[in-house]
């Protein structure tokens, strides 16, 4: 997911892939989210109609359905199964016919086949009413008993789906590259060039301006990092998109995010695993720059003359951790190098120390993350590690508004110290994190010691009440307090946030939340009864199912914490032939026999 996260914050246009027999899979549903947050247009290729249960009306269906786009047919296929052999152009009124053989290197164009005749007729017509439809000129013609030209049609197509108002649908069988040609040129005629997309825009550093960045070559250098990659050969590879301006080899460039100048050493276009080394790159290039040492994922690149920070990344916060530990003296100095290499090309994976047992935590989105990574870790950087049992993620909120006062004073001679603030706090919705409102009017306290009480409120949630575990979803609004003078100090103010905030959190009825996975499994009709039985052993809740081809599709619920090595035991619940997908859903308060146990654990 971090992968696609940071790959479509970076992109103009995008392609989505379905499978013409599977249909929308919960992970295409939230690959289609992820482009909706960037607003990447983007068009469909229904892949696989040579395989048996293929259906083409039925994945169109199931597109409008569960990712509420309206679908505009632009390639028609002629047969399904064993019997595809092409598609029909709508708008271009041709059909493609592949010959035998595995590469769909030879075709020939040729008339619509006799007994599809009918049917395009009515397809074709019902895309050209929906192209119309996003264009008042077009629709006036077209209403008019006029017929819009073949460019004409597709200048309208181009805009409506930059303009998210429909989404082009092509279809084929991509192992066989049979539809693949249409899809290409389909490419380049309606997803958008970076000329097309409005300007990147940012704000200049430590001020509220914001300034745009046009997609042109004569503009001041900017672009976003979206990702590191250790490379054997070229050491750090740092992946950057262009959005305007100019960036050449052996040039210093710098990072606005973290305030260090870099040094470009080389450029190279990425071909797959091949490298193209170039002397410059341009606004709406892709570029992989060697010799960056301080950059990191999400980092904006700009002239510093010229100063701008870019919309960043977002990636979710880990919910589940492990602790690892080095089986040599040896492997201890070097998993420490390892590790911080792993984590620069995965925002998603954290490193932190248990303070008070002192041991090493990994943190990251599944099991099966940290399982690749440990041996990755084992592989490439040749460190043997022990590793602990999977831990989840705990959260804690509250459940209550309530508010609390903190006051620290200090006198032991000389100046002394002194904070003093009052404090609101009521909960969130889930998932909305946290908020800080100021309300101190008439100089109750003095603004340069209004940022310190919020980071000592901040340090204190990293730590909740209950068992320790990072706080969540609360609204804190500082209200009111006093000041010394002489004594009061950032630091005074800093702790005295940090006691307002645990005083009131636990006047605030706090509460353990868990993390709830959303779990898709596929399974043989047999199996479900064994499989829904389990889901509901695991404090699982079915959300709906639905037949797909020969096997049945549960749709539900379960905490993680009942999911370790989850993958595992349904496959030998279903004799290997079942399979499952998991993503984190969001946040609940644990049950309070559950709760009790886990707090007693942690309190030890």
């Known amino acids: ?60 269906a199931d597109v409008e359905d569960k990712l509420g786009v309206k679908t505009a047919i632009v390639t028609y296929p002629i047969g399904a199964e064993n019997t595809f052999k092409g598609v029909v152009m709508l708008l271009e009124e041709q059909a493609i016919i592949w010959a035998g053989d595995e590469t769909g290197a030879k075709y020939e164009i040729v008339d619509i086949p006799a007994d599809l005749v009918d049917v395009i007729a009515k397809e074709r017509a019902r895309l050209i009413e929906q192209i119309c439809e996003t264009d008042d000129l077009l629709l006036e013609k077209y209403l008019n ?128 695993n091949n490298r193209e080394e170039v002397p410059f790159a341009e606004a709406g290039e892709i570029i992989g720059v060697v010799g960056m040492k301080d950059t990191r994922t999400g980092d904006t690149l700009c002239v510093k003359e010229h100063p701008v920070i870019l919309e960043g990344i977002s990636f979710a916060e880990p919910v589940i951790s492990l602790a690892i530990e080095p089986k040599t003296k040896a492997d201890q100095e070097k998993m420490g190098t390892a590790l911080a290499r792993l984590a620069e090309e995965d925002p998603t994976f954290k490193i932190k120390t248990n303070q008070e047992t002192g041991q090493t935590l990994i943190a990251g989105m599944g099991e099966l993350q940290l399982d690749v990574l440990v041996d990755r870790m084992k592989r490439e950087f040749k460190v043997e590690a022990n590793v602990g049992d999977p831990q989840v993620a705990y959260r804690e909120t509250i459940s209550i508004p309530s508010q609390a006062e903190g006051k620290y004073i200090r006198q032991s001679g000389g100046r002394g110290q002194y904070g003093h603030c009052l404090i609101r706090i009521k909960p969130l919705g889930r998932g909305e994190g946290y908020q800080f409102v100021n309300k101190i009017v008439g100089g109750a306290i003095p603004k340069e010691f209004i940022t310190p009480i919020e980071k000592g409120i901040k340090e204190a949630m990293e730590n909740g009440v209950v068992a320790g575990y990072p706080l969540v979803d609360i609204e804190v609004e500082l209200y009111d307090g006093s000041f010394h003078e002489v004594d009061s100090s950032e630091i005074a103010f800093k702790i005295a946030g940090s006691m307002a905030l645990q005083s009131a959190v636990r006047a605030g009825n706090p509460i353990l939340l868990e993390p709830i996975m959303k779990l898709e499994i596929t399974t043989p009709e047999e199996f479900m009864g064994d499989v829904i039985g389990d889901v509901s052993s695991k404090r699982g809740q079915v959300l709906d199912t639905e037949q797909r081809g020969n096997a049945r599709i549960i749709l539900c619920q379960v905490p993680l914490a009942e999911l370790s090595r989850y993958v595992t035991i349904l496959r030998s619940m279903t004799q290997g032939r079942a399979n499952s997908y998991m993503e984190m859903s969001h946040y609940e308060p644990v049950p309070g026999n559950i709760a009790e146990k886990i707090i007693n654990k942690e309190n030890k």
């Not at 971090?2 to 013409?20: N, Q």
């Not at 940012?202 to 672009?223: H, Q």
């Open 1 to 60: 997911t971090a992968e696609v996260e940071r790959s479509l914050r970076v992109l103009d246009g995008g392609v989505t892939v379905l499978d013409a027999e599977e249909g929308v899979q919960s992970q295409s549903e939230t690959v289609w989210r992820q482009a909706d947050k960037y607003k990447v247009p983007r068009i469909c290729f229904v892949n696989k109609m040579d395989k048996l249960g293929a259906d083409f009306k039925a994945t169109l």
């Open 145 to 272: 008993g006029e017929v819009p030209s073949l460019i004409e049609l597709k200048q309208a197509l181009r805009k409506a789906t930059i303009a998210y108002k429909l989404v082009p649908i092509y279809c084929g069988t991509s192992l066989r590259n049979k539809g693949v040609q249409p899809l290409l040129d389909g490419i380049v005629d309606y997803l958008p060039s970076p000329l097309d997309v409005p300007p990147a825009e940012g704000m200049v550093p430590n001020s509220d301006e914001k300034v745009a960045r046009p997609p042109d070559v004569t503009a001041p250098f900017a672009g976003l990092a979206f990702k590191i990659q250790a490379d054997p050969h070229i050491g750090k590879l740092t992946y950057l998109r262009v959005y305007s301006g100019k960036i050449e080899s052996g040039s210093y460039i710098y990072n606005a995010t973290r305030d260090v100048t870099e040094r470009v050493g080389r450029l190279v276009l990425m071909h797959a």
